[in-house]
């Protein structure tokens, strides 16, 4: 994403850790929607849907003097934003983000990379155990009966593995976290989802 007919050498922001001041969702031709926000003095875009893979957003400063509004042009490749006495036009190429989204890898490899250690280290070994012991625990650990271990884990349970990896949120941010995979694919299907794979519960675990 940069002004129209700019010269390179604008740095890109791959992380913006103040909160969004305005969101706006921009549909292109032949590329999948994306969504456009502005903070305090930047503009970003992130692939749609979210699903909290770092690489599929970037960002990069817009306004020195801070950014006021940001607007999109209805089925077109264009935003304006607005700073101090400045309005700027951008041209939106979803193409290279989708690129360096692909560069980053599919699957849990980029959620593996926020691991201290990757995918071999300590943390990812622990939600793996603490997955599988879940499982066992909404069976009951104290019955000698047979128990099933399986692919998934029953939402009542993600809580649990929170906590047991040090992460001890808000009984809101538990309703909010069991909210959002539960009603996941509401949309398409009209089902809520009752259980959890280990794929989706580190995506879930790792989004800021």
Same mark, same amino acid.
């Given at each position: 994403?940069?002004? @129209?007919?700019?010269?390179?050498?604008?740095?890109? $922001?791959?992380?913006?850790?103040?909160?969004?001041?305005? &969101?706006?969702?921009?549909? =292109?031709?032949?590329?999948?929607?994306?969504?456009?926000?502005?903070?305090?003095?930047?503009?970003?875009?992130?692939?749609?849907?979210?699903?909290?893979?770092?690489?599929?957003?970037?960002?990069? &400063?817009?306004?020195?003097?801070?950014?006021?509004?940001?607007?999109?042009?209805?089925?077109?490749? #264009?935003?304006?934003?607005?700073?101090?006495?400045?309005?700027?036009?951008?041209?939106?190429? @979803?193409?290279?983000?989708?690129?360096?989204?692909?560069l980053g890898g599919t699957?849990?490899? @980029?959620?593996?990379? &926020?691991?201290?250690?990757?995918?071999?280290?300590?943390l990812a070994k622990e939600?793996?155990?603490?997955?599988?012991?879940?499982?066992?625990? #909404?069976?009951?650990?104290? =019955? =000698?009966?047979?128990?099933?271990?399986?692919?998934?884990?029953?939402?009542?349970?993600?809580?649990?593995?929170?906590?047991?990896?040090?992460?001890? @949120?808000?009984?809101?941010?538990?309703? $909010?976290?069991?909210?959002?995979?539960?009603?996941?694919?509401?949309? $398409?299907?009209?089902?809520?989802?009752?259980?959890? $794979?280990?794929?989706?519960?580190?995506?879930?675990?790792?989004?800021?």
């Amino acid at each position: 994403m940069q002004p @129209p007919n700019a010269a390179g050498g604008l740095s890109l $922001d791959q992380h913006t850790d103040r909160s969004y001041k305005r &969101l706006s969702i921009l549909v =292109t031709l032949r590329i999948s929607t994306t969504l456009h926000f502005i903070t305090e003095d930047k503009i970003g875009m992130t692939i749609l849907p979210l699903d909290g893979n770092p690489h599929n957003t970037t960002a990069l &400063l817009a306004h020195c003097d801070g950014t006021n509004n940001l607007v999109a042009c209805p089925r077109s490749k #264009y935003l304006f934003t607005v700073g101090g006495k400045v309005c700027r036009m951008w041209e939106v190429n @979803p193409e290279v983000l989708h690129a360096t989204a692909a560069l980053g890898g599919t699957g849990l490899v @980029p959620f593996y990379e &926020l691991l201290e250690g990757g995918k071999d280290g300590p943390l990812a070994k622990e939600m793996e155990e603490y997955f599988y012991y879940s499982q066992m625990r #909404y069976q009951s650990v104290a =019955t =000698t009966e047979h128990r099933k271990v399986g692919k998934y884990v029953h939402l009542e349970e993600v809580p649990n593995i929170m906590r047991a990896l040090g992460f001890y @949120p808000t009984e809101l941010q538990v309703q $909010d976290l069991i909210n959002e995979v539960k009603f996941s694919q509401y949309v $398409d299907t009209g089902k809520t989802v009752s259980e959890i $794979d280990l794929e989706t519960l580190i995506k879930v675990i790792l989004q800021p």
